[in-house]
Nanobody, 119 residues
Framework: VQLQASGGGLVQAGGSLRLSCAASGRASSFYTMGWFRQAPGKEREFVAAIKWSGGSPSYADSVKGRFTISRDNAKNTVYLQMNSLKPEDTAVYYC?????????????WGQGTQVTVSS
């Protein structure tokens, strides 16, 4: 499975961004998909995940109510809508496939996309 993340950029605090992750490869639409982030000097952390059915999304407490994960299996794409962004959301965001929410053990990782939130 190959994953291609896009949509990062520079935004002011309070703004919004939508990240996309296009998956390709065998049975990619059947995997649980997730987003992680890593800020400078910090460990990579779980952000959100969604099952192949689209149900029961999971979120880190730090993003609940602000971020929404969704997927379009017809397009093999998962999205992360990020609203009310804060400077502490600044990080490289990675998409992943084939794992479990809150776990760091995922089968496939994409390259990161930089999100920078200015104050």
């Amino acid at each position: 499975v190959q994953l291609q993340a896009s949509g990062g950029g520079l935004v002011q605090a309070g703004g919004s961004l939508r990240l996309s992750c296009a998956a390709s490869g065998r049975a990619s639409s059947f995997y649980t998909m997730g987003w992680f982030r890593q800020a400078p000097g910090k460990e990579r952390e779980f952000v959100a995940a969604i099952k192949w059915s689209g149900g029961s999304p999971s979120y880190a407490d730090s993003v609940k109510g602000r971020f929404t994960i969704s997927r379009d299996n017809a397009k093999n794409t998962v999205y992360l809508q990020m609203n009310s962004l804060k400077p502490e959301d600044t990080a490289v965001y990675y998409c992943a496939a084939g794992g479990a929410p809150y776990s760091d053990r995922w089968g496939y990782w994409g390259q990161g996309t930089q999100v920078t939130v200015s104050s």
